[in-house]
């Protein structure tokens, strides 16, 4: 048995057996984070079984693990269309507020990548809500480069967010 809990902390990609540990971690970010993503707690939380499951397993989606408990989650989706299958947009991107700050972000994004990489995408796109400094900062570390903005992107009880749109080739 380990002496630290870090011992038990490992980071991949969730399978269909993850599907509850998704939903938590997923609903967490989204009741935690309201104006960090464009879904809220709401929409996801009226997913049936079937739906959650097709969340999971339609598009790759990561964590990081602390023994079973899952404490971080990102995922990308991949353009279905075939002159734009070289793209895919990072998303659900969270890290659990106490384990912030410890560089669990960038490592997920770095499993993330090298999946994406694999699978022959060759660029990663992702929107950020402008006034979220912590994510902003983490993307110009791991090379995204602002390519736009979406004035009134998302409207959180009614105040109007932009969205600064981030590229990053991974080719
Ligand atoms: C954005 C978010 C995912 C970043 O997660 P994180 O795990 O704190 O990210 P990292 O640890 O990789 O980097 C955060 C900070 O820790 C520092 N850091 C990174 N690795 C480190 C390490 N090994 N040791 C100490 N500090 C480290 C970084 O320099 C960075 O510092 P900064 O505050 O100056 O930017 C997190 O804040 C979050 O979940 N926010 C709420 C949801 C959200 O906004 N999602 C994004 C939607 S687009």
Same mark, same amino acid.
């Given at each position: 048995m380990g002496m630290s809990s870090t011992d038990d902390i490992i980071i991949r990609r969730l399978g269909p057996d993850d599907v509850d540990a998704f939903r938590r971690i997923r609903l967490e970010a989204l009741r935690l984070n309201p104006t960090a993503f464009a879904s809220t707690f709401e929409d996801w939380a009226r997913f049936d079984d079937g739906e959650w499951l097709r969340r999971l397993t339609d598009n790759p989606a990561f964590a990081v693990l602390d023994g079973a408990e899952p404490v971080a989650l990102m995922g990308y989706?991949?353009?279905?269309?075939?002159?734009?299958?070289?793209?895919?947009?990072?998303?659900? +991107?969270?890290?659990?507020?106490?384990?912030?700050?410890?560089?669990?972000?960038?490592?997920?994004?770095?499993?993330?990548?090298?999946?994406?990489?694999?699978?022959?995408?060759?660029?990663?796109?992702?929107? +950020?809500?402008?006034?979220?400094?912590?994510?902003?900062?983490?993307?110009?570390?791991?090379?995204?480069?602002?390519?736009?903005?979406?004035?009134?992107?998302?409207? +959180?009880?009614?105040?109007?967010?932009d969205e600064v749109l981030m590229m990053r080739r991974i080719d």
């Open positions: 989706v991949r353009e279905r269309s075939s002159n734009a299958r070289h793209r895919a947009t990072v998303v659900m +991107v969270y890290v659990r507020e106490v384990m912030r700050g410890a560089g669990f972000a960038k490592r997920l994004l770095d499993v993330l990548t090298r999946h994406a990489r694999a699978q022959g995408i060759g660029q990663l796109e992702l929107g +950020v809500n402008s006034q979220n400094e912590p994510a902003r900062r983490l993307y110009e570390r791991e090379g995204y480069t602002v390519i736009g903005c979406i004035p009134a992107a998302t409207i +959180v009880d009614g105040v109007a967010m």
